[in-house]
């Protein structure tokens, strides 16, 4: 994709899992890249898989912070439009797990989840609207298939990525006749840490995806290369006629009702 070479990504949530992988895919293209995610030692590490693309080392930049804090999410647009002088596309990928159901809702709990899968990428594209708008870039928002099925036992969770697909519809109507496109992609159940990241236990991750591998049509999970080239293609001019579309990448999971 001859498109992408030279521009400018920034990628929430890019020390592991789906982010590094989206990472390094934009890398594979000749892009620029600011990395972002609250672990410094992993983001190093995506960092290095970047360069071992090709990409030199100015054009791999790592911006630590937690985004769902307003000072820091600003700070982090702020450093990289002084690293790169402009801005194409964003991936808001940062997502955290809930395991919880309405009757033993924790309302702290809840206000975490949402602000950092929900709120932090409203805010981070509100603040990077003027910047999209110069280079007619585009946004690229990662949901969860969640977000259409309800679970039984992630209520926060599925509630947190049904609203950034309303907010994905939203924000690409309106910013449409300024020629940037908001998109979303909705994995299934991808191989990543989000689990054990959300304190899960062993035995119960063991369950829960013995019982998605079983429900996925296609017959197994994700992995996080299935979902960054779907993302790479949709932030690419090749989908320059496509906004505010919520694909779904799940290996068939929403065909299914028995999960």
């Known amino acids: 994709m001859a498109s992408l070479r030279d521009k400018v990504v920034l990628i929430t949530g890019a020390s592991g899992g789906i ?27 995506t960092a290095t898989k970047c360069r ?47 395991m919880d159901t309405i009757e033993n809702l924790d309302m702290a709990n809840f206000d975490r989840v949402m602000n950092i899968n929900f709120r932090a990428a409203v805010y981070l594209t509100h603040l990077a609207v003027p910047y999209l708008v110069a280079t007619k870039g585009n946004v690229v928002n990662v949901s969860s298939t969640a977000a259409a099925v309800p679970g039984s036992m992630r209520f926060t ?65 994700g992995k996080p290369d299935d979902i960054s080239e779907i993302i790479v293609a949709v932030a690419s001019d090749s989908a320059r006629f496509m906004t505010g579309s919520i694909v779904a990448v799940d290996g068939g999971l929403q065909l299914s009702a028995a999960f």
């Open 19 to 45: 982010g590094a992988a989206v990472a390094a895919q934009f890398a594979k293209h000749g892009c620029r890249l600011a990395l972002s995610g609250r672990n410094v030692e992993k983001l190093e590490e």
């Open 52 to 98: 071992e693309t090709g990409l030199n080392s100015e054009m791999v930049f790592v911006v630590p912070g937690d985004i769902s804090q307003e000072e820091i999410a600003s700070d982090i647009l702020e450093k990289t439009i002084e690293k790169f002088n402009q801005l194409d596309i964003l991936v808001n990928n940062a997502g955290v797990f809930l």
């Open 157 to 221: 969770y599925g509630t947190s990525k049904a609203a950034l697909e309303h907010f994905t519809k939203s924000a690409a109507l309106h910013l449409g006749p300024k020629q940037v496109r908001v998109n979303c992609i909705s994995p299934g159940y991808v191989d990543t840490d989000i689990l054990p990241n959300a304190g899960v236990d062993p035995e119960t991750i063991k369950a829960l995806t013995g019982q998605l591998q079983a429900v996925h049509p296609i017959g197994r999970y």
